[in-house]
T-cell receptor, first 116, second 112 residues
Framework: DVKVTQSSRYLVKRTGEKVFLECVQD?????MFWYRQDPGLGLRLIYF???????EKGDIPEGYSVSREKKERFSLILESASTNQTSMYLC???????????????FGQGTRLTVV | SQQGEEDPQALSIQEGENATMNCSYK?????LQWYRQNSGRGLVHLIL?????REKHSGRLRVTLDTSKKSSSLLITASRAADTASYFC????????????FGKGTRLSVIA
């Protein structure tokens, strides 16, 4: 079975801290994604990556950065956490090169981040 | 960015009844997918229907796709309390290498 693992289920951080959310997948997928999920807003794409060291901005990249030094790991970084970044963060991966057509996404269990 | 929109936002039914959720989207797509999310967890893929398909079945799930109306429906037959979850549709754009875009979801409650 494909496994996408997020490093923490729950996380509490202080305003201004630098926060790292880690995501690891074990099935050699090329494509990885970070979404955040908020009540009434659904899932919104923050960043995604098609390959090692590649990254693309999603719909809401402000206040975030990402790192993909190895194929299996995609890290989301909150440079200076703020209370409006309190949310559920979901990592996903999709297999395949040359596009994302007709393939399902595999999700991690989510990280509920609270910034106080 | 394009987005699927699920309807209704919330649905409450009795165990054994059928549940129907709808999804509308804005632009041409390659495929449409449905996902399920139990409370506080990640999303789990249920079914994918390609743009050239009109109907697909998987167990108690039936998905239809009408590309002329840019809409899809998910039917869960003989629902169970364990089907209580949020259901999301996701689409990709026909052209380009775009990632999946999710709707806001339908919250289904199945009452035993």
């Amino acid at each position: 079975d494909v496994k996408v693992t997020q490093s923490s289920r729950y996380l509490v951080k202080r305003t201004g801290e630098k926060v790292f959310l880690e995501c690891v997948q074990d099935m050699d997928h090329e494509n990885m994604f970070w979404y955040r999920q908020d009540p009434g807003l659904g899932l919104r794409l923050i960043y995604f990556s098609y390959d090692v060291k590649m990254k693309e901005k999603g719909d809401i990249p402000e206040g975030y950065s990402v790192s993909r030094e190895k194929k299996e790991r995609f890290s989301l970084i909150l440079e200076s956490a703020s209370t409006n970044q309190t949310s559920m963060y979901l990592c996903a991966s999709i297999p395949g090169t040359g596009g994302l057509k007709n393939t399902e996404a595999f999700f991690g269990q989510g990280t509920r981040l609270t910034v106080v | 960015s394009q987005q699927g929109e699920e309807d209704p936002q919330a649905l409450s039914i009795q165990e054994g009844e059928n549940a129907t959720m709808n999804c509308s989207y804005k632009t041409s797509i390659n495929n449409l997918q449905w996902y399920r999310q139990n409370s506080g967890r990640g999303l789990v893929h249920l079914i994918l229907i390609r743009s050239n398909e009109r109907e697909k079945h998987s167990g108690r799930l039936r998905v239809t796709l009408d590309t002329s109306k840019k809409s899809s429906s998910l039917l869960i037959t003989a629902s169970r309390a364990a089907d209580t979850a949020s259901y999301f549709c996701a689409t990709d754009a026909y052209s380009g290498n775009t990632p999946l875009v999710f709707g806001k979801g339908t919250r289904l409650s199945v009452i035993a």
